[in-house]
């Protein structure tokens, strides 16, 4: 099965953005419920807002940007940097563990 999505060698300023918010949201975001093994219910403690996300081929959150623009988000970033321990400092980590496309982040391996 071939894929329609167009991988790209650098997340999109948005992305990076989000990746930037999540690694300084240490105490704001809280795991409210674990789903499965990849998908979670996250709580941002500030507004009491929670979000589904799923982690997988394509991620997925419930979140009004996800929903307006289909790339990862604050909250997917948020799980693969505090859950998962993705280091985004090291470039080549990242290349590792993700690889960054228009409409998704794909994971390859923790």
């Not at 948005?14 to 979670?40: C, R």
């Not at 799923?54 to 990862?72: A, D, I």
Request: include cysteine; charged fraction near 25%.
């Amino acid at each position: 099965m071939s894929s329609k999505l167009t991988w790209v060698a650098k997340p999109s300023t948005d992305v990076a953005k989000a990746i930037q918010l999540a690694e300084k949201s240490s105490g704001s975001i809280l795991i409210a419920k674990t789903l499965g093994p990849l998908s979670f219910v996250l709580l941002e403690e500030d507004s009491y807002e929670t979000h589904k996300v799923n982690l997988g081929e394509l991620h997925s959150c419930e979140c009004s940007t996800f929903q307006k623009t289909e790339e990862p988000c604050v909250h997917i970033c948020w799980l693969l940097l505090r859950k998962f321990k993705v280091q985004p400092q090291d470039e080549s980590e990242i290349s590792r563990a993700f690889r960054f496309c228009n409409k998704g982040l794909h994971i390859l391996s923790f």
